[in-house]
């Protein structure tokens, strides 16, 4: 009788999530589509203006990038889920993949027009002339930290977001390269320190400021982080920013 009982509470455990999962996507997707809709339909009258036009243009290439980045990190955590993803470590130089997650991810601040927000790289791994090789898979661990950025830039109207890098040593004696994201965001509860990386999990949120995001992003940083065999740590309260630290395990070349 037990084991029938343990089938069933597996299986509408099963369908809760089903169903939770179908929700998420369904609102995920019906949002940014109401938004395209809507613009389609203003743009389409003969009265629309040029102000106008450049408005609503705006709000279509945000729907649509919304979309396709949703769609991305869907695929993407579904690949990784499934065990299709693997390692792929190469040679790269770590002061070349610094400036690849720094630029790629200043253009997103400049997009957002946050002008009272400093974006600044601390790097302590060389003198940004002789390059630092190092044997690892750079691409998952760019895919990551780019991710982690993009969360800090969403969170933070004023302030600093700082991207730093440096080396350390694992309890089990492995090199780690250790990439930390410091933010003056809004800042995560301490309750929700281990919920924030579950998947299609948001933070409830407070006041007028609507944060958009379909709980995707954090996931696969974690997931990641532990295709990687690597380790992650999160700093952050309320109101006081917050500090990721994501560290690595490479070997010099």
């Known amino acids: 009788m037990a084991n029938v009982n343990t089938s069933t509470d597996v299986h509408e455990e099963a369908l809760?999530?089903?169903?939770?999962?179908?929700?998420?996507?369904?609102h995920e997707i019906r949002t940014p589509l109401n938004v395209i809709v809507g613009c389609c339909d203003v743009l389409s009258q003969p009265d629309c203006d040029s102000e106008t036009r450049e408005m609503l243009v705006v709000q279509l290439k945000r729907s649509v990038r919304y979309l396709l980045d949703f769609c991305d990190n869907a695929a993407f955590i579904n690949s990784l889920e499934v065990g299709s993803i693997?390692?792929?470590?190469?040679?790269?130089?770590?002061?070349?993949?610094l400036d690849f997650i720094y630029n790629s991810t200043k253009s997103l601040l400049k997009a957002k027009k946050s002008n009272s927000v400093c974006y600044v790289m601390n790097n302590s791994l060389g003198d940004n002339t002789t390059p630092v090789h190092l044997y690892g898979d750079d691409s998952l661990m760019c895919r990551a930290m780019v991710l982690i950025v993009e969360n800090a830039i969403k969170f933070t109207e004023q302030g600093s977001i700082t991207l730093s890098a440096g080396f350390c040593t694992a309890q089990d004696g492995r090199e780690m390269l250790e990439i930390q994201v410091t933010d003056t965001g809004i800042g995560i509860p301490k309750v929700y320190h281990r919920k924030i990386f579950q998947k299609f999990w948001k933070a409830p949120q407070t006041g007028t400021k609507i944060y958009d995001g379909a709980g995707l992003g954090l996931a696969i940083v974690k997931q990641i982080v532990d295709l990687l065999e690597g380790e992650i740590a999160v700093i952050s309260d309320v109101g006081v920013g917050s500090i990721f630290a994501v560290r690595f395990p490479v070997t010099r070349c």
Do not use: A, G
């Open 16 to 26: 809760k999530m089903q169903t939770s999962f179908l929700k998420t996507i369904s």
């Open 86 to 97: 693997k390692p792929r470590p190469n040679e790269f130089d770590v002061l070349f993949t």
